[in-house]
């Protein structure tokens, strides 16, 4: 009968047989213990001289790190085994031998284990903080289709940009000229919006950053709620409400990875609404304030981006994720709503994660009225003759509407505590790195 290493407990006294990857193995005289990982978990098995015959003893004493393999045996509930049970093993198969597997228990450099990243992902570390990743997508959307939001999958090949064009990867699209990987699916998830009210959309997002920092990726994925009749205020809302239940759940459901990851799970557990709030405005104060602190950097002057150093600085100022809203229109995106008392400010905020990891989610109310967007458009240079279908959605049923981006790289970076967003994501994509 075969088991999984999560799911042991109930066969406990009787015979199963386990399929996986040998992780370690170590012997002593008449003794082999073989670590067998199968993905659901990691089990002892121990195979003594006397249970077995001299072929199977021997052939687990040479077996390579990583070979496939099936093994059957006892189940005996063991204290000091990962999960809690050990195998009493009575034969073994070889299923896929595994000479010189390339990872060992040395030190390996990071450029190694990427170019390597295709056996990488069987590490212990790795397999922690993936199976994160995939809470932290499960939770997202799990939580946004609680809450009534509908799914609305968005294209990848788009005919014009939506945040800048610097960043823009293009490739050609037969006789109809350019087309650009998405960086965003927020245009077409508006159209949901007023199809649905609630969406969101889920997927890889593209930007050709020429930046090579511990928060960039070229290749990311983002996860993008769309609300209509959602001013600015209720946009934050929903955020602060969105990533503390996503963090909840982590907490709740992968505490044992996030140890195996040595975070700090206390910080997690003060992620709970509200967040603090601040302008761009008292952030530039903020930031003069604490100029000596800033150490490769300057503060920034009004109308500047804040940059990572400045990130870093405000966040630690903070212990819970913090809000930065009303940055100046002319440094954001063509689509967001101006403050109407104020239209040199954008009604949008960033949420920065404590620690350091700078932005996780990017968002804010949309320009709903169409001669307003039309002016905009024109003012960053773009062609509004693309825009066509976008200004439609103002031109027939415009509502006031909000929504956020949240790349999963960086949240997961930030709630699994790893300092470079490369290992969050199972095969990365950077300047210098498409292998494998
Ligand atoms: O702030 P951004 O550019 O916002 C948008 O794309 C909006 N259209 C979202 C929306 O309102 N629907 O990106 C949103 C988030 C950032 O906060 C960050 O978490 C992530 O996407 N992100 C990146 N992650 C990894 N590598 C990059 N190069 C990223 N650029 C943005
Ligand atoms: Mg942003």
Request: with cysteine.
């Amino acid at each position: 009968m075969f088991a999984t290493v999560a799911q042991l407990g109930p066969h406990a006294g009787r015979e199963v047989t386990l399929r996986g990857w040998l992780y370690n193995l170590r012997s002593k005289g008449r003794i082999h213990f073989l670590l067998l990982r199968d993905g659901t978990g990691t089990c002892q098995c121990v195979v003594f001289a006397g249970d077995v015959t001299p072929e199977v003893f021997d052939t687990a004493g040479r077996l390579d790190q990583e070979c496939s393999l099936e093994v059957t045996g006892q189940v005996r509930e063991d204290a000091r085994s990962p999960g809690g049970f050990e195998l009493q093993v009575t034969a073994l198969q070889v299923l896929g031998a595994s000479a010189d597997y390339p990872i060992t228990k040395k030190e390996h450099g990071t450029d190694f284990l990427l170019r390597n990243r295709h056996l990488w992902v069987r590490s212990r570390l790795q397999h922690a903080l993936l199976r994160i990743r995939a809470e932290v997508i499960a939770a997202s959307q799990e939580w946004l289709n609680a809450q009534g939001f509908v799914r609305f999958d968005t294209p990848i090949l788009t005919p014009c940009s939506a945040e800048g064009t610097t960043n823009l990867f293009s490739t050609s699209y037969f006789d109809l000229g350019p087309a650009y990987l998405a960086q965003t699916g927020q245009l077409y998830v508006e159209a949901g919006m007023m199809a649905f009210g609630k969406v969101y959309c889920f997927g890889p997002t593209f930007r050709a950053e020429k930046s090579k920092t511990r928060r960039h990726l070229t290749e990311f994925w983002m996860i993008e709620p769309e609300m209509a009749f959602a001013d600015h205020e209720e946009n934050l809302r929903v955020q602060e409400s969105f990533l503390s239940a996503v963090v909840a759940r982590v907490l709740d459901r992968r505490k044992e990875d996030l140890l195996t990851l040595s975070r700090d799970t206390a910080a997690l557990e003060r992620v709970t609404p509200p967040f603090p709030r601040i302008t761009y405005d008292r952030a530039i104060e903020l930031l003069n304030e604490h100029a000596t602190e800033l150490t490769d950097a300057m503060p920034p002057r009004w109308g500047e981006d804040l940059g990572a150093p400045h990130e870093v600085l405000l966040s630690r100022l903070h212990d819970k994720p913090l809000f930065v809203t009303h940055y100046p229109a002319a440094i954001k995106a063509f689509y967001m709503q101006p403050e109407p008392s104020r239209p040199e400010v954008a009604r949008c905020a960033d949420l920065l994660a404590p620690d350091g990891y700078g932005e996780v989610i990017g968002g804010s109310e949309r320009i709903h009225d169409a001669d307003l967007l039309e002016r905009r458009i024109r003012e960053h240079g773009l062609r509004v003759e693309d825009y066509g279908w976008y200004l439609d959605l103002r031109r027939y049923g415009t509502v006031i509407h909000s929504g956020f981006g949240m790349g999963i790289e960086r949240a997961v970076a930030w709630i699994a505590g790893v300092h470079h967003i490369r290992e969050t994501i199972p095969f990365p994509r950077m300047l210098d790195k498409i292998y494998p």
